[in-house]
């Protein structure tokens, strides 16, 4: 309970349950399209944006965000205009990102950039103004969902029913796509670049696993992300190994133990069925 005292450990606990907001919203639309390689693919192209924020001297999450932002753009255009297959344009956009990624931080003047809080996450270092994006996206999707959930569901699912139903199907991708990129680049310093696909995932598989029900999903997603974001927290600082890992390592148990639970029952109920 000592650590409660310190500012840095209160900015990590906001941060936390700010990011598992963001993340299990943005991340049951994703599992429901089916676009985990999609955020993977941003995920990684998000590096080149930190290096040539590195390079020039500015903020590498802003460089990052629009990196990411163009990469989703990328990737949708080439997949639904440019009659180029999905997967082809996701390994390009990724390899593409981390190659100038590389380039760029080996050739910014002066000292190395810590990279490893951007790989594999130190929520420890996280800053007010993280606290405060993070805040703001949180807000704004729930805003969002609450306003036109009804309407991103349907997209989510179903698309050619969207379609018939009269709804801007186009904008609502587009502009799902950005807000994943968003909450990819802000999420960064929670996870980093490395595992943070399975921030975006794992929460919203283990509930699936439990019901089919999409706001369910939601909420449940973020109740598991800010408990394993918690408990890799606490890890993290006493082993003094990125929280990243801890946190991902936590979300895998959680996610194995729902699954041993749920074969139990079945094989319960089949046994008592014969």
């Not at 996280?126 to 569901?153: H, P």
Request: net charge positive; charged share 10%.
């Amino acid at each position: 309970m000592e650590l409660l005292q310190y500012t840095f450990f209160q900015n990590a606990l906001l941060g936390s349950l700010f990011t598992a907001i963001v993340c299990g919203v943005v991340g049951t639309y994703v599992v429901s399209r089916r676009l985990v390689f999609i955020s993977g693919g941003i995920t990684h192209a998000s590096f080149g944006g930190l290096g040539l924020g590195f390079y020039l001297g500015m903020n590498p999450i802003l460089t990052a965000m629009a990196f990411a932002v163009l990469s989703a753009f990328g990737v949708e255009w080439m997949s639904k205009s440019q009659q180029i297959r999905e997967d082809s344009a996701i390994a390009g956009i990724w390899s593409l990102g981390m190659a100038l990624g590389v380039i760029f931080t080996f050739l910014t003047p002066g000292f190395a950039p810590n990279l490893s809080a951007y790989l594999f996450g130190n929520i420890l270092t996280i800053t007010q103004a993280d606290i405060i994006a993070s805040a703001a996206l949180a807000v704004l999707l729930l805003l969002l969902f609450f306003l036109f959930g009804r309407e991103i569901l349907y997209v989510a699912f179903d698309a050619n029913f969207a379609r018939t139903q009269g709804l801007p199907v186009r904008f609502i991708e587009y502009m799902m796509m950005c807000f994943i990129a968003i909450a990819i680049v802000l999420s960064i310093r929670m996870v980093g670049i490395m595992l943070l696909m399975s921030l975006l995932t794992l929460p919203q598989i283990t509930i699936n696993l439990l019901t089919s029900d999409y706001r369910k999903i939601q909420w449940g997603s973020i109740l598991l992300a800010f408990a394993g974001s918690v408990g890799g927290l606490f890890l993290s600082y006493y082993q003094n190994v990125p929280s990243g890992a801890f946190i991902i390592l936590l979300l895998v148990i959680f996610f194995l133990v729902v699954k041993c639970i749920q074969e139990i029952r079945q094989r319960k109920s089949h046994a008592n069925a014969s």
